[in-house]
T-cell receptor
Framework: DAGVTQSPTHLIKTRGQQVTLRCSPK?????VSWYQQALGQGPQFIFQ???????QRGNFPDRFSGHQFPNYSSELNVNALLLGDSALYLC?????????????FGDGTRLSIL | EDQVTQSPEALRLQEGESSSLNCSYT??????LFWYRQDPGKGPEFLFT?????EEKEKERLKATLTKKESFLHITAPKPEDSATYLC????WGAGGTSYGKLTFGQGTILTVHP
């Protein structure tokens, strides 16, 4: 049973560029959340997608946007990259929104901004 | 706003030396408190969910407990392979009794177990 998969594993960009990160949820899961984890910190919630809509958003600027596809996979887009966007970006999936099931995480995409 | 504080920031133990990690939280209606383990270069791995004060969960050398203000992760007779960062997160009920699943994490406790 495949878990949460993310691509790419590593990415290097320069300031001002745009990036797209991808996530495939665990089989049977339909809700996808994205988190940003800076070095030495806990993950911070960016937003959550369910039924192809953004259902909840954390304190991140509009430069961060996302999308969920009919097969439940998701993308995270970041525009006008800043040095401070360098971090590990984690995708987590879980069953339907009202479930008490825990979120399961992928191994993340390490984004470095030069 | 939900808040989670973990202590200590780092903990060094000798193999077999039992100890506890602390997670203090404030949340407007606790839906669940989650413990995760994170190895370097990996994503968080789910360990436990606790839902109400007084609840306890066990898995091998780990035991998680919950009160109304904090949770403890007890590690009994740890081994070097228990070395990792342990993360605590809360999920609260939103307005109207709904929950959209946002997890608020602490900064983690880095555990190192020496042989």
């Amino acid at each position: 049973d495949a878990g949460v998969t993310q691509s790419p594993t590593h990415l290097i960009k320069t300031r001002g560029q745009q990036v797209t990160l991808r996530c495939s949820p665990k089989s049977g899961h339909d809700t996808v959340s994205w988190y940003q984890q800076a070095l030495g910190q806990g993950p911070q919630f960016i937003f959550q997608y369910y039924e192809e809509e953004e259902r909840q958003r954390g304190n991140f600027p509009d430069r961060f946007s996302g999308h969920q596809f009919p097969n439940y996979s998701s993308e995270l887009n970041v525009n006008a990259l800043l040095l401070g966007d360098s971090a590990l970006y984690l995708c987590a999936s879980s069953p339907a929104l009202s479930s008490n099931q825990p979120q399961h995480f992928g191994d993340g995409t390490r984004l470095s901004i030069l | 706003e939900d808040q989670v504080t973990q202590s200590p920031e780092a903990l060094r133990l000798q193999e077999g030396e039992s100890s506890s990690l602390n997670c203090s939280y404030t949340v407007s209606g606790l839906r669940g408190l989650f413990w995760y383990r994170q190895d370097p270069g990996k994503g968080p791995e789910f360990l436990f969910t606790l839902y109400s004060a007084g609840e306890e969960k066990e898995k091998e050398r780990l035991k998680a407990t919950l009160t109304k203000k904090e949770s403890f992760l007890h590690i009994t007779a740890p081994k070097p392979e228990d070395s990792a960062t342990y993360l605590c997160a809360v999920q609260g009920w939103g307005a109207g009794g709904t929950s959209y699943g946002k997890l608020t994490f602490g900064q983690g406790t880095i555990l190192t177990v020496h042989p």
